[in-house]
C-alpha cells in the first residue's frame, strides 16, 4: 500500500507493509540512506582490521580460517571482536537513545541524561571492584547480568517518579538528571572503597573503552542488539501514530501506554547490555538519533538508521584513536569531545528558536 502525505509543500512518500497484525513503514529515501550508511559502516569495520601492522594478505586469510596460529589469534582473537563491539555496542546505545527520544518526544531523552547508563555503571563497578564480597551473586549472573539490573532498576524507578496522570516529559528528563548525579556519586564513592588495580580496571570500564573486548564480552551484545533493533522496527508504525497525539493513535487501535511502555523497556534491556560491554560511551545515544532524522527523514528517529549512525559515530571514533590520536584515549573520550560541544550548540539553537 502507497500513502502521500501532504507535510507542508514536500510529498512524503512512504509505503506500509502488513503482515497480520504487524505494520512497518518503509519509506525509498530511508532505505537509500539506510544501505549507504551499512556499506560505510562494513568499509569502516574491514578498514580498521587492515590498517594494523599485518600484511594485508595475512589479514584476509586469518580471517577466512588460513594463515599462522599467531595472525589468527590477533585478528579473530583481537581485532575482530573490538571492532564487532564497537559496532553493535554503538548501535545498540543509538536505537536505545532513538526509542527514549520517541516516547518522551524530546531529543535529552536519553540513556545518558535518563540515569539509565549511570544505573548500569554502578551495578557493573560493583561486579568488577566487589566481586571478592559479593562473588557468588555476581558470578550467577556476570557483568550483562549486574548492567541490566542497575539499568532496569533506574528505569522503573525514574518511570514511577515521572509518571503523573501520564508519563510527563519534562519531568522525566529532571529525575533522569538527578538519578545520573545520583549514581555518579556513588560510583565515585565506590571506587574509593576498591583496591587499586580494581579501580584501574573499572575506570578504563567507566570512561567507555573497546580495550576489553572479547567473544564473551561480545556474545550478549550480538544477541541482543540486532532483537532490540527488529522489536523496535515492529513498533515504529505504532510510534509515528503516537507522535501525531494519542487521542489519533487510540483512533488507529493503537494503546499508547503499552506501546510506549513497550519501547522504553527494549530501550532501557539494549542499553544495558550495550554498556556492559563497552561502557557508557558519552552522546552517542544523543547524536545518533538525531543524526538519522535528519538524513533520513521520517516524523521519529529510524531505529535501523540511527543503529547505523551509533555504529558510525563509535567505529570512526576509534579511528581517530588509532590513526590521530594517541592510542592510550579510549573511544569515550573521543565521543564525549564531539558530544559535548554539539549539545551546547542544539541548545543555543533551540534557544534561539524559541524552543527553551
Not at 549486574?146 to 509518571?163: D, E, I, P
Not at 556513588?186 to 573497546?210: D, F, M
Not at 527494549?266 to 545518533?288: D, E, Q, R
Request: proline content about 5%; glycine content about 12%.
Amino acid at each position: 500500500m502507497t500513502a502521500t502525505l501532504d507535510v507542508g509543500h514536500r510529498p512524503l512518500r512512504r509505503n506500509v507493509i502488513r503482515a497480520g497484525l504487524v505494520s512497518v513503514i518503509v519509506r525509498p529515501r530511508a532505505v537509500v540512506v539506510g544501505l549507504v550508511l551499512a556499506a560505510s559502516v562494513a568499509a569502516l569495520g574491514f578498514g580498521l582490521l587492515y590498517i594494523e601492522t599485518l600484511p594485508p594478505d595475512v589479514v584476509t586469510k586469518a580471517l577466512f580460517g588460513g594463515g599462522g596460529r599467531l595472525p589468527r589469534q590477533a585478528i579473530v582473537d583481537g581485532q575482530l571482536p573490538i571492532v564487532l563491539l564497537g559496532a553493535f555496542a554503538g548501535a545498540g546505545l543509538a536505537v536505545a537513545g532513538a526509542n527514549m527520544q520517541t516516547v518522551a518526544r524530546n531529543p535529552l531523552a536519553t540513556p545518558d541524561m535518563l540515569g539509565i547508563t549511570a544505573g548500569a555503571s554502578t551495578m557493573v563497578v560493583l561486579a568488577i571492584a566487589f566481586a571478592g564480597s559479593w562473588g557468588a551473586w555476581f558470578d550467577g549472573i556476570g557483568v550483562p547480568g549486574a548492567a541490566l539490573v542497575g539499568a532496569a532498576g533506574t528505569a522503573l524507578a525514574m518511570y514511577a517518579l515521572a509518571w503523573k496522570n501520564g508519563l510527563e516529559t519534562t519531568r522525566l528528563v529532571l529525575v533522569g538528571v538527578a538519578a545520573t548525579w545520583f549514581f555518579t556519586a556513588l560510583t565515585s564513592y565506590l571506587l574509593t572503597r576498591a583496591q587499586v588495580w580494581e579501580v584501574e580496571e573499572a575506570q578504563r570500564w567507566i570512561v567507555g573503552s573497546l580495550s576489553g573486548a572479547s567473544w564473551d564480552t561480545l556474545t550478549p551484545v550480538l544477541v541482543v542488539v540486532p532483537i532490540g533493533i527488529v522489536a523496535s522496527l515492529l513498533l515504529r508504525a505504532r510510534l509515528a501514530a503516537i507522535s501525531m497525539g494519542e487521542d489519533l493513535a487510540r483512533s488507529f487501535g493503537t494503546r499508547p501506554a503499552l506501546t510506549t511502555g513497550v519501547t522504553m523497556a527494549i530501550g532501557v534491556v539494549v542499553a544495558g547490555v550495550a554498556v556492559s560491554g563497552v561502557g557508557p560511551i558519552a552522546f552517542v545515544a544523543l547524536l545518533a538519533p538525531q543524526i538519522a532524522l535528519r538524513v533520513a527523514g521520517g516524523t521519529v528517529p529510524g531505529p535501523l538508521t540511527s543503529g547505523l549512525c551509533g555504529a558510525l559515530l563509535v567505529l570512526l571514533s576509534e579511528l581517530l584513536c588509532r590513526t590521530v590520536l594517541p592510542s592510550s584515549i579510549p573511544v569515550g573520550v573521543v565521543t564525549a569531545g564531539v558530544g559535548g560541544p554539539v549539545l551546547v550548540a542544539s541548545l543555543v539553537i533551540a534557544k534561539m528558536k524559541g524552543r527553551l
